[in-house]
């Protein structure tokens, strides 16, 4: 089982998961039920999910079969590089996506599919090795989450002053630039194998 | 075309009948359930969605009870068994047992859709009636009261006003059993791709073990009565027909027209799927029952290419010709069962298995019996099932095509064949075989060797050399490979293989081949079988199609594939 890459599996779920997404914000929009504009999110959010799974990653052993016609959007795709690349990024985005549909009936399977694709990345992306121990990854992540609440802290307190003194910008300064350089080194870690052909 | 149709006449006459049914069962139910005057007041609120979902969930009921039979492999072995009367058209219908088991779940999946969809509309419908105060017949039947004492009985589920769908459909029993199911119904399709199914089995394997969620669900999902329709005493006592225009007085004593009365209808899909849950709950018990007896491994050899053989006895096995077992390695998996096909033939005292290293679990089983020091691991074993091979014997002349590790089926064929040459038997109804062995590189020819070698001499003892032609294809050739083939060119034997028959490269021409077997036997019937990928499948199927005689009587070829 330990050959087993879970990402794969995630991919064909969230894809699935972007189809009844769009379904279902098509039932609901075309239907006018109440609070029907979730529907019409719930297409555009699937119709991005559909495109962004569409392309299927590299396997690490073995060879891949292509789906049909995926090497122009891999293209689009490998544009936004790291952030498409690591599936941390990817189980996030999934999870965020899937909230704001979770609000209407008729899209609330698509918010559960989605939700257990993100699942499944967020499984890939800490390694068997290192599950139940804090990972050098689990730091970053931690030390980030503690950069940006940090950075939106100077933020609410730049707000609350007003420019009132120059010390509070000075203060501002180093929180923000402790964020900025923490996503970088997240980000950039990457994921361990090229996820395209 | 025509030789398209004689070869899948009762395939096409099957998904016909299977479609007809399915689009019966919708019509009927949606007619049902737009006329009939039961259900008058309910179609007041939802419309022609109630149709739709309740047309839908009976063709859901149909295709759920045909869903379990294709996978309930000791039936269709039994079948295939007591079926040797039949005509061999029926009885190849067995081999395609998943393709209608897909062919189901992507119905069901349809379904599924249907009915989501068309109950979307209607809690849409039952909420908006609730809220709507403007005293029309909907916002009246709405407003029956679900408190049994006050001498009513309810149409619309959502109770009050301020009760969103989202509560009534966590709340109640049949949507949080559709919930649970269509999302058990997603997570087994996403994980049966072909390519995850390929890739990666023991996702499949498990994941699809959801089913059990699924057909639980089913069972229970219609208790909670909430399709409702009136009752057969308040149709007599006031017919809709009459008093639907009268509501608003149907509170006054003097209106001959009284308030309706609803029920809810009963659940019907358990009577569907309770004979094929028994039956397969049977298999699962056979298949265990028959795992549990004592497997003795006698022999183990490690042929190069990294192929295990496992020669093994049971107590009470019997097989026939290209039988498959299942196998299981508790050591390894308790719960992973793998199928390999028998490569041992029936006249042998023991069955044997040829395993390639091709995932996990094969590796590992590799590794665990490759250790010299430590207890050899416990198998447990569930078989033998039938597939197409067994009809070989059944035709004139046959052609068999093996790519790869695809050949051993035919490799228990061939044994077979040696063994009823010694005794003589005259009931083989074989007059001729071709073989053609399609393999990719060298080392995977030495542990079939020792048959080949073996027949050759055979053939040349009883003085039989035309019966059996063989010939092998090396793919992976390369210019070294092929240069020494030519050097040794006068040579008896081959070079690789020290057979008689020379080694040639590439892949066959099917054409000429075929051509050749159709000029050779121009009044008999050929099965081709085949062992290997889907590409090469295509290529024999056409080739089938294109040198079949449209005159019954000349030559026929019938296309026989291997399902795994």
């Not at chain 2, 022999?299 to 010709?321: A, C, D, I, W, Y």
């Given at each position: 089982?330990?050959?087993?890459?879970?990402?794969?599996?995630?991919?064909?779920?969230?894809?699935?998961?972007?189809?009844?997404?769009?379904?279902?914000?098509?039932?609901?929009?075309?239907?006018?039920?109440?609070?029907?504009?979730?529907?019409?999110?719930?297409?555009?959010?699937?119709?991005?999910?559909?495109?962004?799974?569409?392309?299927?990653?590299?396997?690490?052993?073995?060879?891949?079969?292509?789906?049909?016609?995926?090497?122009?959007?891999?293209?689009?795709?490998?544009?936004?590089?790291?952030?498409?690349?690591?599936?941390?990024?990817?189980?996030?985005?999934?999870?965020?996506?899937?909230?704001?549909?979770?609000?209407?009936?008729?899209?609330?399977?698509?918010?559960?599919?989605?939700?257990?694709?993100?699942?499944?990345?967020?499984?890939?992306?800490?390694?068997?090795?290192?599950?139940?121990?804090?990972?050098?990854?689990?730091?970053?992540?931690?030390?980030?989450?503690?950069?940006?609440?940090?950075?939106?802290?100077?933020?609410?307190?730049?707000?609350?002053?007003?420019?009132?003194?120059?010390?509070?910008?000075?203060?501002?300064?180093?929180?923000?630039?402790?964020?900025?350089?923490?996503?970088?080194?997240?980000?950039?870690?990457?994921?361990?194998?090229?996820?395209?052909? | 075309?025509?030789?398209?149709?004689?070869?899948?006449?009762?395939?096409?006459?099957?998904?016909?009948?299977?479609?007809?049914?399915?689009?019966?069962?919708?019509?009927?139910?949606?007619?049902?359930?737009?006329?009939?005057?039961?259900?008058?007041?309910?179609?007041?609120?939802?419309?022609?969605?109630?149709?739709?979902?309740?047309?839908?969930?009976?063709?859901?009921?149909?295709?759920?009870?045909?869903?379990?039979?294709?996978?309930?492999?000791?039936?269709?072995?039994?079948?295939?068994?007591?079926?040797?009367?039949?005509?061999?058209?029926?009885?190849?219908?067995?081999?395609?047992?998943?393709?209608?088991?897909?062919?189901?779940?992507?119905?069901?999946?349809?379904?599924?859709?249907?009915?989501?969809?068309?109950?979307?509309?209607?809690?849409?419908?039952?909420?908006?009636?609730?809220?709507?105060?403007?005293?029309?017949?909907?916002?009246?039947l709405s407003s029956l009261s679900h408190?049994?004492?006050?001498?009513?009985?309810?149409?619309?589920?959502?109770?009050?006003?301020?009760?969103?769908?989202?509560?009534?459909?966590?709340?109640?029993?049949?949507?949080?059993?559709?919930?649970?199911?269509?999302?058990?119904?997603?997570?087994?399709?996403?994980?049966?791709?072909?390519?995850?199914?390929?890739?990666?089995?023991?996702?499949?394997?498990?994941?699809?073990?959801?089913?059990?969620?699924?057909?639980?669900?089913?069972?229970?999902?219609?208790?909670?009565?909430?399709?409702?329709?009136?009752?057969?005493?308040?149709?007599?006592?006031?017919?809709?027909?009459?008093?639907?225009?009268?509501?608003?007085?149907?509170?006054?004593?003097?209106?001959?027209c009284r308030r309706p009365e609803f029920?809810?209808?009963?659940?019907?899909?358990?009577?569907?799927?309770?004979?094929?849950?028994?039956?397969?709950?049977?298999?699962?018990?056979?298949?265990?029952?028959?795992?549990?007896?004592?497997?003795?491994?006698?022999?183990?050899?490690?042929?190069?290419?990294?192929?295990?053989?496992?020669?093994?006895?049971?107590?009470?096995?019997?097989?026939?010709?290209?039988?498959?077992?299942?196998?299981?390695?508790?050591?390894?998996?308790?719960?992973?069962?793998?199928?390999?096909?028998?490569?041992?033939?029936?006249?042998?005292?023991?069955?044997?298995?040829?395993?390639?290293?091709?995932?996990?679990?094969?590796?590992?089983?590799?590794?665990?019996?490759?250790?010299?020091?430590?207890?050899?691991?416990?198998?447990?074993?569930?078989?033998?099932?039938?597939?197409?091979?067994?009809?070989?014997?059944?035709?004139?002349?046959?052609?068999?095509?093996?790519?790869?590790?695809?050949?051993?089926?035919?490799?228990?064929?061939?044994?077979s064949i040696w063994y009823k040459f010694?005794?003589?038997?005259?009931?083989?109804?074989?007059?001729?075989?071709?073989?053609?062995?399609?393999?990719?590189?060298?080392?995977?020819?030495?542990?079939?060797?020792?048959?080949?070698?073996?027949?050759?001499?055979?053939?040349?003892?009883?003085?039989?050399?035309?019966?059996?032609?063989?010939?092998?294809?090396?793919?992976?050739?390369?210019?070294?490979?092929?240069?020494?083939?030519?050097?040794?060119?006068?040579?008896?034997?081959?070079?690789?293989?020290?057979?008689?028959?020379?080694?040639?490269?590439?892949?066959?021409?099917?054409?000429?081949?075929?051509?050749?077997?159709?000029?050779?036997?121009?009044?008999?019937?050929?099965?081709?079988?085949?062992?290997?990928?889907?590409?090469?499948?295509?290529?024999?199927?056409?080739?089938?199609?294109?040198?079949?005689?449209?005159?019954?009587?000349?030559?026929?070829?019938?296309?026989?594939?291997?399902?795994?």
């Open positions: 089982m330990g050959q087993i890459e879970w990402a794969m599996w995630a991919n064909e779920q969230a894809l699935a998961s972007g189809l009844i997404l769009i379904t279902g914000g098509i039932v609901a929009t075309a239907g006018r039920f109440t609070q029907w504009y979730f529907g019409a999110y719930s297409i555009v959010a699937g119709v991005f999910v559909c495109l962004l799974e569409y392309p299927r990653g590299k396997r690490k052993k073995g060879s891949t079969m292509e789906r049909w016609g995926q090497k122009y959007m891999t293209s689009v795709v490998k544009l936004f590089g790291p952030l498409t690349r690591n599936y941390y990024v990817r189980a996030v985005l999934h999870l965020l996506l899937s909230v704001p549909a979770g609000f209407l009936l008729a899209t609330i399977l698509g918010t559960a599919c989605l939700a257990i694709a993100s699942g499944i990345y967020l499984l890939v992306s800490v390694p068997p090795a290192h599950r139940g121990k804090r990972t050098q990854n689990q730091t970053q992540v931690a030390k980030c989450v503690c950069g940006v609440k940090c950075a939106v802290r100077s933020v609410c307190a730049f707000h609350v002053c007003k420019w009132s003194s120059v010390s509070r910008l000075i203060d501002l300064i180093p929180s923000s630039c402790q964020a900025l350089i923490w996503a970088v080194a997240l980000f950039s870690r990457g994921h361990p194998h090229d996820p395209w052909l | 075309m025509g030789n398209w149709v004689v070869n899948h006449w009762f395939s096409v006459l099957f998904l016909a009948v299977w479609l007809g049914l399915n689009v019966f069962l919708f019509v009927d139910a949606f007619l049902k359930y737009e006329t009939a005057d039961r259900y008058y007041y309910t179609r007041k609120i939802l419309g022609s969605t109630l149709a739709c979902a309740r047309a839908s969930a009976l063709c859901l009921n149909f295709n759920s009870m045909l869903i379990l039979l294709p996978v309930c492999r000791s039936l269709l072995s039994f079948l295939r068994g007591t079926c040797s009367f039949c005509s061999r058209t029926l009885r190849k219908q067995l081999d395609h047992n998943l393709t209608f088991h897909k062919l189901v779940a992507y119905m069901i999946c349809l379904h599924t859709a249907i009915h989501i969809i068309a109950h979307l509309f209607n809690f849409d419908r039952y909420s908006r009636s609730r809220q709507a105060t403007d005293g029309s017949l909907v916002s009246i408190d049994e004492t006050k001498g009513g009985s309810w149409l619309n589920p959502i109770q009050f006003r301020n009760m969103t769908v989202e509560y009534v459909t966590f709340t109640s029993i049949a949507g949080l059993t559709g919930v649970i199911m269509t999302i058990a119904l997603i997570l087994m399709v996403t994980s049966a791709t072909e390519f995850i199914r390929r890739s990666y089995f023991e996702v499949f394997w498990y994941t699809h073990h959801l089913f059990i969620f699924y057909i639980l669900g089913l069972g229970i999902h219609g208790i909670g009565g909430i399709v409702r329709g009136q009752t057969e005493e308040s149709i007599n006592e006031g017919h809709p027909h009459k008093c639907a225009e009268y509501f608003e007085m149907w509170n006054n004593h003097d209106c001959r029920e809810g209808q009963p659940p019907e899909s358990w009577k569907w799927i309770l004979a094929p849950v028994i039956l397969y709950i049977c298999e699962r018990i056979l298949r265990f029952y028959r795992s549990q007896q004592k497997v003795v491994i006698t022999k183990v050899v490690m042929h190069p290419s990294k192929v295990l053989e496992l020669q093994m006895n049971k107590r009470g096995f019997s097989m026939e010709v290209g039988q498959y077992i299942f196998v299981n390695c508790p050591s390894i998996s308790p719960l992973e069962w793998h199928p390999f096909t028998l490569t041992s033939a029936p006249e042998e005292d023991f069955f044997s298995i040829h395993i390639r290293a091709a995932g996990d679990w094969t590796e590992n089983l590799i590794r665990a019996f490759e250790q010299q020091y430590s207890p050899i691991p416990r198998i447990e074993v569930d078989g033998p099932f039938g597939t197409a091979s067994e009809d070989v014997f059944q035709y004139e002349v046959a052609v068999l095509v093996g790519a790869g590790i695809g050949v051993t089926p035919f490799a228990s064929i061939l044994k010694q005794c003589a038997d005259h009931n083989l109804k074989t007059k001729k075989i071709y073989f053609y062995w399609i393999c990719r590189e060298t080392g995977a020819f030495s542990w079939f060797n020792d048959l080949l070698t073996s027949l050759e001499k055979e053939m040349e003892e009883l003085g039989k050399v035309g019966f059996l032609n063989y010939r092998l294809f090396l793919t992976g050739w390369d210019s070294n490979i092929v240069g020494h083939a030519a050097l040794n060119f006068d040579k008896a034997t081959d070079i690789l293989t020290g057979l008689k028959q020379k080694t040639s490269f590439g892949r066959p021409m099917w054409d000429n081949e075929f051509s050749t077997i159709a000029t050779s036997h121009p009044k008999s019937v050929v099965g081709v079988f085949l062992c290997g990928p889907q590409t090469l499948a295509k290529s024999l199927r056409k080739c089938c199609h294109r040198y079949s005689s449209l005159d019954p009587r000349k030559v026929q070829f019938y296309f026989n594939k291997e399902n795994f």
